[in-house]
């Protein structure tokens, strides 16, 4: 124990007289591994960890699969009383609960906040034992059409929402005109299965009875809902596949009953599946966390070969000691004991930084990936993150350390001191050390340049233009706290009074009765009334204020005005997408479109291109000529309950004040959402900003590695050549003569690698033609020159650096064979 | 009374480490003379490598002053330091410090490549040829390093400390790594060169060959504790 002890503080003492090469270590160790235990953490959290519920191997969704009559699948969402009949059929399950999700504003809390909600069945938090800070769960008295009003809390919304208040217990919250009586709190370590979305956190659980399902929905087998679902636990007797086969006869007989009167749905039939909740709740997450484990592992074996060349520099350094050691008796494994107290001392600090980085890289997970994948809130620093921690200390710190010490060549180190410390007892061919640099400027200039083209690509949809403004421009969404839905002509005199109250307010500059561009279009069948040709275009309401308001210039005809809205007029403004696709020469005015109804909309206008990102664009018949996405804009109605206001430069308006200012005019109605434009496009750019930020980072990374790796075999090669430098020294040659030198002598190397760069390309293009060949556009070439004069500079800086220590000192440093 | 090549005045070099001083050299004064033939001698640390370098302009003394040509050389540039080795200093090291991965040709005709002026290829060839048949090895041109012996190695970097013609050959322990048969080869034609008129400064330990040079000069703990001619005998 004392040796170990005496080791490692020899150890440590070398190591404290080289802070760059610990530093160095340190840095690229630390966050590889870190990476490393992030993406191992969560691939058994996913793959492996079991869902925190009791029976969890039983836990099984039930799905709706509506098959149409070529057996195609038209969609995997319930309708409304299928799911109340199989709920209430019990087949199949031991327990099953139904749930509905929605979005709703507490109206009776101050500051009107809109929470998720979600409308179940008593059964679901017995089926998921859910852990409970207050009060109880749902009760058979709260079962359905019990109709009784009760709520549950999520920790984080009693924390937030009602400031931790323990008296929370039977005070009433009012959301959609009904007044719940509080009964639980869900405990913070609480976690829900994310059925319908990943990363969504019901705040708010509600009877299953208040769902926000008009009563039509409730009725209608012709009506799919995506927010519905169903859980349980199986039968212990019955198989999955039993399930299924029990269910699909259940659910399709009532739902053909349903139909039989509907000639639309002919032939379809609904085939039930039945998933396991981890399935369900995984997705296509396993794949992603696959893919990023191996991008990780792909890292850290870079990040390896990179520290193995900077030991194979530092064991060159070393030589000396070592040969002077082996003269006073040191073996092999002495060697090799002494270097496994350097390489465990830098693999123990650079875990340590692993797992502080791995810590951070869970909390960025947490907040960036949520809604990318399932299950991150559980992520923590656990037994199998610091055993992996463990395992990887032992075997780098082992691999290093062996790695040093195979390149000693034992018998040649006496020469070493014969030769008064000229000579080398190293063993690492000038074959391998040219293999070993070629190799990593092949592999650096691939992952530059691949990085390179998807920072590209996504700064381009960052900095594309977007056609409008979102400059001081928000959308307010109105919330209508009643059962009782107010009819147009009821809402129309209260949207008048809103919208004065909201044009009185002395932020707002200007204001429009529709929403804003992001806030999104649908899909609309229209028909040419000329020649019945059918398009599907996306489709928005807008009033006359709307264009100008985003600065969409209109090109051709007329704005809607106020009398199209009040009369309902059926006229329309086409986008030059549109045109293009109605008429070649995009001259659509007065053209006549149908939306079904008797009376065609009349286009009117024609209003230039926008791009949402996000969007895709479309080929114009195949001409490969950029058109934009279609659009048409149709009157909004004087009743429609949202608006988009633009500030006045450095103004803001609060929800609250917002709210206040409904209560004024109605107090049924409430702020459903109130979104600035900016914040909606940053969150439909979250993808490119995630990918840009990721690649620029990944890039940085690569550079970072690539120039270690290549200092480390460039320095241990000059350090081989130490006393042929200080021979030339001394016979006359100049620094620039031995920088010259030396980058002439890796030139062949490093173009070797460049060469072997297109290789790869090449092989890459064989195998991803079709990922790969988007990409290949003239564009691609300044990009590639951008790369390989980056490479060049990094391959330059790592000829320089470790020649500097020898031509920067008087020549006899180099020839003395020590410092 | 000419301009001596190389002339030291109250010459010091002190290394240190950590946390302690070494005084290598204190207070030397020499000068070597045009046609000189003069050993340096003494017990191993007494700095007369060190001195050797310092005068070789392989390393910078810490104190004092360094005459080359009469110039003064002690706050030259490393580049400047460079050119003078090149053009007026030949080296020959114990270790040979020949360039394995270059042929016995390219070895020798390195100095004339690495000077300011260039020379043609067909003047280093000359050059190259004559060094080659000064020290008897012509024939082997073409081979690498690794394939003569010691004594053949050591030849090879005389001819290379004589190709670029310099003013002085300085000599660090050119036996030192040589059996004693090639060892008196070596110094019998060092001993020949300067009888040609190359002048000669030699350190060695080998009391031997120190004896042969025409003046020795002896250090200990880097000091001259005495120096003595041929033809002026006189005990240290």
């Keep these: ?819 | 009374m000419t301009t001596p090549i190389i002339k030291v005045q109250q010459l010091g070099k002190v290394f240190s480490t950590n946390d302690m001083l070494t005084h290598a050299l204190q207070g030397i004064e020499l000068e070597i003379q045009q046609g000189e033939y003069i050993s340096i001698s003494g017990p191993s640390g007494c700095g007369k490598s060190t001195l050797l370098s310092i005068m070789g302009l392989l390393d910078f003394p810490t104190t004092g002053k360094l005459f080359f040509e009469g110039k003064d050389i002690s706050q030259l540039s490393m580049e400047q330091t460079a050119a003078i080795r090149n053009k007026k200093i030949g080296f020959i090291f114990q270790q040979f410090n020949l360039i394995d991965e270059l042929s016995i040709y390219d070895n020798i005709a390195l100095p004339l490549r690495y000077a300011k002026q260039p020379t043609s290829d067909k003047k280093i060839k000359e050059k190259v040829d004559y060094c080659l048949d000064v020290v008897g090895m012509l024939s082997k041109a073409g081979r690498r390093p690794t394939q003569l012996s010691g004594g053949q190695q050591q030849c090879i970097a005389i001819a290379r400390a004589l190709v670029a013609e310099p003013s002085i050959l300085l000599v660090d322990e050119p036996t030192g790594n040589l059996d004693s048969k090639n060892s008196d080869q070596i110094m019998a034609t060092l001993e020949a060169l300067n009888n040609q008129g190359t002048t000669l400064c030699v350190v060695t330990h080998d009391i031997r060959y120190a004896e042969m040079a025409k003046r020795k000069v002896y250090l200990l703990d880097g000091r001259i504790l005495g120096q003595t001619r041929f033809d002026h005998q006189s005990m240290y």
């Design chain 1, 1 to 819: 124990m004392r040796i170990l002890i005496r080791q490692h503080k020899q150890a440590w003492a070398s190591l404290k007289k080289k802070p760059g090469f610990v530093l160095t270590v340190l840095m690229t160790m630390g966050i590889t591994l870190g990476a490393l235990l992030c993406a191992i953490t969560l691939n058994y959290l996913l793959l492996v960890e079991p869902l925190p519920y009791p029976d969890q191997d039983r836990l099984f969704v039930a799905e709706h699969g509506v098959t149409g009559a070529k057996k195609e699948t038209k969609g995997l969402a319930f309708t409304y009383p299928g799911l109340v009949h199989l709920y209430k059929s019990k087949a199949a399950f031991e327990q099953a609960a139904i749930m509905s999700y929605g979005e709703d504003v507490i109206v009776s809390h101050n500051s009107q906040p809109l929470v998720n909600t979600a409308y179940i069945t008593p059964e679901l938090h017995q089926i998921l034992a859910s852990p409970l800070a207050l009060g109880r769960m749902f009760e058979a008295s709260e079962a359905m059409d019990t109709h009784n009003p009760v709520a549950m809390l999520s920790y984080n919304t009693w924390q937030q929402e009602f400031n931790g208040n323990v008296d929370i217990l039977e005070q009433k919250i009012n959301i959609r005109g009904v007044s719940y009586r509080i009964v639980g709190v869900l405990a913070e370590h609480f976690i829900e299965p994310e059925l319908e979305e990943i990363g969504r956190e019901t705040q708010v659980w509600l009877p299953f009875d208040f769902n926000s399902a008009g009563e039509g929905q409730r009725q209608s087998f012709g009506n799919i809902s995506g927010n519905l679902k169903f859980i349980g636990l199986l039968n212990k007797e019955v198989s999955q596949s039993q399930a299924v086969q029990l269910l699909t006869p259940l659910v399709n007989d009532r739902w053909q009953e349903g139909v039989a009167e509907i000639s639309f749905f002919k032939g379809w039939s609904i085939d039930m599946r039945v998933r396991p909740v981890k399935e369900v709740m995984l997705g296509q997450s396993e794949s992603i966390a696959i893919m990023l484990l191996a991008g990780v592992v792909g890292l850290v074996l870079i990040a390896c070969a990179n520290i193995s060349n900077l030991f194979m520099a530092r064991t060159a350094e070393k030589q000396r000691q070592m040969a002077i050691q082996a003269a006073i008796g040191a073996t092999k494994k002495h060697l090799f004991k002494a270097m496994l107290a350097e390489t465990s001392i830098l693999m123990f600090m650079s875990i340590i930084l692993a797992l502080v980085i791995a810590k951070s890289g869970f909390y960025i997970m947490q907040q960036y990936l949520g809604a990318v994948l399932p299950r991150v809130n559980e992520l923590s620093l656990n037994p199998i993150t610091f055993g992996c921690a463990v395992l990887v200390t032992v075997v780098f710190a082992l691999f290093f350390a062996k790695l040093s010490t195979r390149m000693i060549n034992y018998r040649a180190l006496n020469t070493t001191l014969q030769s008064s410390g000229k000579g080398s007892g190293l063993q690492v061919s000038k074959k391998t050390r040219q293999v070993l640099i070629a190799s990593q400027v092949a592999l650096a200039t691939v992952l530059v340049f691949a990085n390179f083209s998807l920072l590209k690509d996504a700064v381009k949809t960052i900095n594309a233009p977007l056609g409008f403004t979102t400059t001081n421009i928000s959308t307010l969404r109105l919330n209508f706290s009643s059962t009782d839905s107010p009819s147009q002509e009821e809402s129309i005199p209260i949207m008048a009074g809103i919208m004065e109250k909201l044009e009185a307010l002395p932020q707002v500059e200007s204001l429009s009765q529709s929403g804003s561009p992001l806030d999104g279009f649908y899909l609309r069948a229209l028909t040419n009334v000329a020649n019945n040709e059918r398009y599907t275009p996306f489709l928005k309401g807008a009033d006359q204020r709307y264009f100008n308001m985003i600065e969409q210039p209109l090109l051709q005809g007329d704005n809607f005005t106020r009398v199209d809205r009040q009369d309902g007029n059926n006229v329309m403004i086409v986008n030059q997408a549109f045109a293009k696709q109605l008429k070649a020469d995009g001259d659509v005015l007065g053209l006549q479109l149908s939306m079904g109804g008797p009376d065609p909309h009349k286009i009117i206008g024609i209003v230039k291109d926008i791009a949402i990102p996000g969007e895709t664009a479309i080929e114009d018949d195949g001409s490969a000529e950029y058109t934009g996405v279609p659009r048409a804009y149709v009157a909004s109605r004087l009743g429609a309950q949202t608006f988009m206001l633009k500030l006045k430069s450095g103004q803001s308006v609060s929800r609250e004040q917002l709210g206040k200012l409904l209560a004024e005019v109605d107090s049924r109605y409430a702020v459903f959402s109130f979104n600035s434009a900016d914040d909606i496009l940053t969150q439909r750019l979250f993808s490119e900003i995630t990918t840009a930020v990721t690649t620029a980072v990944l890039a940085g990374l690569v550079f970072l590695l690539a120039g270690i790796g290549l200092y480390g075999i460039l320095s241990y090669g000059t350090q081989l050549r130490r006393f042929e430098l200080g021979a030339r020294m001394a016979i006359g040659a100049t620094k620039q003569h031995l920088v010259t030198m030396i980058i002439n002598d890796n030139a062949k190397s490093v173009l070797v690698g460049f060469i072997g760069s297109v290789v790869l390309f090449a092989l890459a293009y064989i195998g991803l033609s079709e990922y790969i060949q988007p990409f290949l556009t003239w564009q691609v070439l300044p990009m590639i020159v951008a790369t390989l004069i980056l490479i060049t500079l990094v391959t330059l800086f790592a000829c320089y650096w470790p020649l500097r220590k020898y031509i920067n000192k008087p020549a006899i440093f180099s020839l003395r064979g020590s410092d």
